[in-house]
């Protein structure tokens, strides 16, 4: 995830987290996305479709059998607000949420909006 470069529709903050979930778990939320888009714009496409990002990011990975949780876990998967880009999916670690951006890997305290168990 670091040190991978970050590319539209293949390592994004939606599919390195999905990623995360496909080798923890073998389950792929974001089967339906993969080879779908490979620009921002592209993506932000998809976004609108499915409802924007937070209906989305609820519809995949309830549809992949993913129980929210009100209280994560280090190797979580949440969906939270970055103060620059806004909603992001993020892997929850023991420093905070870990966010995949085009500069490299972003870890904060960013707020949650909802988290799955993974």
Known sequence: ????????GSCDCSLVAAD???TRRGVD????????????????RHVRRLG?????ARGLMAGAGFATTKAPR??????VTHP???PVFAIRCALGWAV????GVAVGDYPAVTAWSV
């Open 1 to 8: 995830m670091g040190r991978a470069t970050f590319v539209w």
């Open 20 to 22: 995360w979930c496909r």
């Open 52 to 56: 924007g990002f937070e209906a989305m």
């Open 29 to 44: 939320p974001a089967a339906s996305l993969r080879g779908r888009y490979s620009t921002a714009l592209g993506a932000m």
């Open 100 to 103: 995949k951006s085009p500069e």
């Open 84 to 86: 620059v880009v806004g």
């Open 74 to 79: 280090p190797g979580d998967i949440g969906l």
